[in-house]
């Protein structure tokens, strides 16, 4: 992607400042509709609502994460082929606007159509909002690095990622609202459609940008030949080859643990509905906290910092469920986990694009998460099976504190820091 400070595109500092107002006030928006429907603790209260099995339970994380990961290198080979991507990036949120809507008529008629089948059809909504968040990941990586000033890039993209995480706190508010007051099939019906109605007047928003024609050439040969090659690159970096397999370890334990936080609190203390609200908002702070101090202490200190902190985080939170003796304890696991998510967009990327250095590094964004997903979308499956056979949460917990703290301690001897080497870079 380009590296080119958005200071120096046509309209200069006028620009560059209306575009980051309109960057922030996107996110604003999406963040409130998310608020309402949050995948990592309404979803998962819904579907036990609905009387699904840990494996079910599990499947929502290895969707969103096989669909989210594997249109990337597809997505960003067809945007080449556009000197402006604004267009095509609020076209591919519209699948995504679309199944949570669909996510709220399924609840409201679950008992028609039958609970099993309403479960299913959730956990297929999730992957349908995978796959569009997939093909917009890539893009949106492309116009963060094209729009905002590369000397402050990290800084301004947490505090955007910050400010609309933050306006979720709305959403959960409303939620908990909602469903306190309709602890029933229905409230999770309203708070979806909602939420769905929000994000797809969010996405309109996106049209307040003014970015500038790219002179690329779009990317010669076919789709697949595109895939192969930024593939064989990534693999060709021996700082990539290090940690792609690291980042493996790291996903895969963040997964299995993050999918069953709220289901093993709910079970554990019989929770009302309206606790996964509150688990929202726990959530909503923790990327508010997340956002606030990854992007300066990555400008300041680098990204390997970040990223080595990220699994720190899902290992104490794993340690904190598996000694839970109230909610609380579940709560605070939430702030910890709950921005994880900004850590990696920002820290690993960042990383990803220092050790491949391009005119246009998105391919190389995308060939990463293409080679991590299959490890991260098979490790909630794992921790569905681990805890019907166990019996309990327990040995997910363990399992998912071994493999990042595992990958922590490797992250820190083995990832090399590109400020510090040149030669880490080719």
């Known amino acids: 992607m380009s590296r080119a400070a958005s200071l120096g595109t046509p309209g200069g500092v006028s620009a560059s400042r209306r575009n980051i107002a309109a960057l922030a006030l996107l996110e604003v928006a999406w963040g409130v509709g998310m608020g309402f429907v949050p995948f990592g603790t309404v979803v998962p209260f819904l579907l036990r609502g609905l009387g699904a099995g840990e494996f079910l339970i599990g499947s929502v994380a290895t969707a969103s994460l096989i669909m989210t990961a594997a249109p990337q290198l597809i997505a960003a ?67 963060m690095a094209k729009l905002l000033p590369s000397r402050i890039r990290n800084t301004l993209w947490a505090w955007i990622v910050c400010a609309g995480t933050g306006a979720g706190l709305v959403g959960a508010w409303q939620s908990h609202t909602i469903l306190g007051e309709n602890p029933s099939l229905v409230g999770y019906a309203v708070c979806l459609t909602i939420g769905g109605v929000l994000l797809t007047l969010a996405i309109q928003v996106t049209w307040l940008v003014r970015e500038p024609e790219e002179d690329a050439a779009p990317p010669q040969g076919s789709a697949l030949s595109f895939v192969r090659r930024h593939i064989g690159i990534i693999w060709a970096s021996r700082p990539m080859r290090r940690l792609i397999p690291l980042r493996m370890l790291a996903a895969g334990g963040a997964a299995m643990l993050t999918a069953f936080l709220a289901a093993a609190a709910r079970d554990q203390f019989d929770l009302p509905d309206k606790q996964a609200a509150v688990f929202t908002a726990a959530t909503i702070a923790s990327q508010i906290i997340h956002g606030l101090w990854s992007g300066p202490v990555g400008d300041r200190l680098g990204n390997k910092v970040v990223t080595v902190l990220a699994p720190v985080l899902v290992c104490m939170a794993a340690a904190l469920a598996l000694v839970a003796k109230s909610p609380t304890y579940f709560t605070v696991t939430f702030l910890l986990t709950g921005g994880i998510w900004i850590l990696d967009v920002i820290a690993v990327n960042g990383l990803v694009m220092a050790y491949c250095p391009a005119a246009d590094n998105t391919p190389a964004v995308a060939a990463t998460a293409t080679c991590v997903m299959p490890v991260a979308a098979i490790a909630p499956l794992i921790g569905g099976w681990l805890a019907r056979a166990s019996g309990g949460y327990d040995a997910v917990f363990v399992a998912a504190g071994l493999l990042t703290g595992l990958a922590a301690i490797l992250m820190a001897v083995q990832l090399e820091e590109p400020r510090r080497s040149v030669s880490g870079a080719r």
Request: proline share 3%.
């Open 77 to 143: 080979y067809y945007a080449a082929r556009f000197k402006r991507k604004i267009g095509l990036f609020v076209l591919v949120h519209y699948p995504a606007c679309i199944s949570v809507l669909a996510m709220g008529a399924v609840a409201f008629y679950a008992h028609a159509i039958g609970e099993g089948l309403a479960a299913w059809l959730i956990v297929a909504c999730v992957g349908v909002y995978g796959l569009s968040m997939g093909m917009v990941t890539p893009i949106w990586v492309h116009l």
